[in-house]
């Protein structure tokens, strides 16, 4: 089974491109490029909220208060590229990406695992950054149970916020993370 971009991702990953960045080692998983369409689009609302509240944020640095923009995705993200990034230089080698993987060892699991850091390799120069590898992971946030339980109104639900975070903790685990994107490169080639 193959699974490609839509034309939508298509288009996002066009404009990607004209951005500098670049597809890694062949097509995009569908998951992958729908990650880095979802992540250009939350660096866009930050930008925008942070224009928006200029005058509000430049008022507290006359006073010595210093503000920085940001979401729970970027916070996500950035801690999930720290918790693979082993020795904390800033950068994913395919060593640390196969120590988040986990699993059995072997030449045919280091060859995907090549694969997936050349693909998460959006400049292609070799090295793999935080934001470069966080841009590829999906926001999971973005769940539709997730997005209904936050939208509600009146209280939240414990139990099903609960059921929730049980059903979706794969998400916020490194290793089951690395993995999806792992298999997603199975259903690009």
Do not use: C, W
Not at 11 to 18: E, P, T
Not at 73 to 85: H, N, P, R
Not at 91 to 107: K, P, Q, Y
């Amino acid at each position: 089974m193959q699974i490609t971009a839509s034309p939508l991702q298509s288009q996002s990953l066009a404009a990607s491109r004209l951005a500098g960045a670049r597809p890694g080692a062949g097509r995009l998983p569908f998951d992958i490029a729908q990650a880095r369409a979802d992540s250009a689009e939350d660096k866009r609302r930050v930008e925008e909220n942070a224009a928006l509240h200029a005058g509000a944020i430049a008022s507290f640095a006359s006073q010595g208060l210093s503000m920085t923009q940001g979401s729970y995705t970027t916070l996500y993200k950035q801690e999930l590229a720290k918790s693979i990034d082993a020795d904390g230089d800033g950068i994913i080698g395919v060593d640390e990406l196969a120590n988040g993987l986990g699993g059995e060892e072997g030449m045919a699991r280091m060859e995907r695992v090549k694969q997936l850091h050349a693909m998460l390799d959006i400049d292609g120069d070799g090295r793999l950054g935080l934001e470069e590898f966080g841009d590829s992971v999906r926001d999971p946030f973005r769940d539709a149970d997730f997005r209904h339980q936050l939208e509600g109104r009146g209280a939240m639900d414990p139990a099903a916020m609960g059921a929730l975070h049980r059903r979706h903790a794969a998400q916020y685990d490194a290793a089951a993370v690395l993995g999806a994107m792992a298999r997603s490169i199975d259903t690009a080639a």
